[in-house]
């Protein structure tokens, strides 16, 4: 059992930036990061495959966001620049042993996730 714990989300303007972080508490193959926004299902925003750190991002957010990860691979970090008002959700951190080529960004990969952190972007 793995438990994730994520911090770092926040009120900003439209153009700004922040930083979200989400601490694991044991090692797994695969983090990411999800979002959903109220009304909406919740979509995948980036992965990382923690053994060589390859990253996939949403077509959404590729530019903008960049997923990291430090602390021996048990934090993962999700940089986010230039962020739009629809960038306004809930953020997960979720993570998995094993995710099947092509399907990153579906909810049920994925074994584990935090509790969410709320990221607003205002105009």
């Known amino acids: 059992q793995v438990q994730l714990v994520e911090s770092g989300g926040g009120s900003v303007q439209a153009g700004g930036s922040l930083r979200l972080s989400c601490l694991a508490s044991g090692y797994t193959n695969n983090m990411a990061w999800f979002r959903q926004a109220p009304g909406k299902e919740r979509e995948g925003v980036a992965r990382?495959?923690?053994?060589?750190?390859?990253?996939y991002y949403a077509d959404s957010v590729k530019g903008r966001f960049t997923i990291s990860q430090a602390n021996a691979k048990k934090m993962a970090y999700l940089e986010m620049e230039s962020l739009q008002v629809e960038d306004t959700a809930m953020y997960y951190c979720?993570?998995?042993?094993?995710?099947?080529?092509?399907?990153?960004?579906?909810?049920?990969?994925?074994?584990?996730w935090g509790q969410g952190t709320q990221v607003t972007v205002s105009s």
């Open positions: 979720a993570a998995a042993p094993v995710i099947y080529a092509g399907t990153w960004d579906r909810p049920s990969e994925y074994n584990y």
């Open positions: 990382i495959y923690t053994p060589s750190g390859r990253t």
